[in-house]
């Protein structure tokens, strides 16, 4: 069946400038999490949604990051006022639902430039 | 906070011979452990995960992990690399069941 599914695979913007970042996620799938891959790590947190509200943010780095799902299923990453220190691969990965026995199915990530 | 600390950035092997990719965990109680797998332009994959059952695990394409408590090692091991193995591996820790941790990561190269 289909994956999770991120668009657009590259995104390249201007500093400054805002972007959003799409997930769709595995159907009937109710978590849905949100990572940032930097160049040579490995992926850090960034917030997981539980249904259509944000359970756990906490990883959102400042306040022009933000992420939304408001009919518990497609959500999108929001970032305004874009800087070259967010450049990074952004992942998408959803689950059936939440806990350790519950593996996270990850998207092929989208690939944010800043320039 | 949990968190795991990839011990290679790098390994290579030769085809056919075996694949050991190490991992030390730390967490303030039993953790859940995993291990993820990326190839080029590909999405992350599980490969396997420890939830306090079994300490050796076994994974997808031959490869498995023992979790060793009192080392605090969840080390990744296959018996005979293949060409199709070559990629990058994330060692995760399971915080709180929701949040995954990760390593820095190790590629892992094969030689033919």
């Known amino acids: 069946g289909a994956g999770v599914s991120q668009t657009p695979s590259n995104k390249v913007t201007e500093k400054g400038k805002y972007v959003e970042l799409r997930c769709d996620p595995i159907s009937g799938h109710t978590a849905l999490y949100w990572y940032r891959q930097s160049l040579g790590q490995g992926p850090e947190f960034l917030i997981y949604?539980?249904?259509?509200?944000?359970?756990?943010d906490s990883g959102l780095p400042n306040d022009r990051f933000f992420a939304v799902r408001p009919e518990g299923s497609v959500s999108t990453l929001k970032i305004q006022r874009t800087e070259r220190g967010d450049s990074a691969v952004y992942l998408c990965?959803?689950?059936?639902?939440?806990?350790?026995?519950?593996?996270?199915?990850f998207g092929n990530g989208t690939r944010l430039t800043v320039t | 906070a949990q968190s795991v600390t990839q011990l290679d950035s790098h390994v290579s092997v030769s085809e056919g011979t075996p694949v050991l990719l190490r991992c030390n965990y730390s967490s303030s109680y039993s953790p859940s452990l995993f291990w993820y797998v990326q190839h080029p332009n590909k999405g992350l994959q599980l490969l396997l995960k420890?939830?306090?059952?079994?300490?050796l695990v076994k994974g997808i394409n031959g490869f498995e992990a023992e979790f060793k408590k009192s080392e605090t090692s969840f080390h990744l091991t296959k018996p005979s690399a293949h060409m199709s193995d070559a990629a990058e591996y994330f060692c995760v820790v399971s915080d709180r069941g929701n949040k995954l941790v990760f390593g820095a990561g190790t590629i892992l190269r094969v030689k033919s």
């Open positions: 420890y939830t306090s059952a079994a300490t």
């Open positions: 949604f539980q249904g259509t509200g944000a359970a756990d």
């Open positions: 990965a959803s689950s059936q639902t939440v806990g350790y026995n519950s593996p996270l199915h």
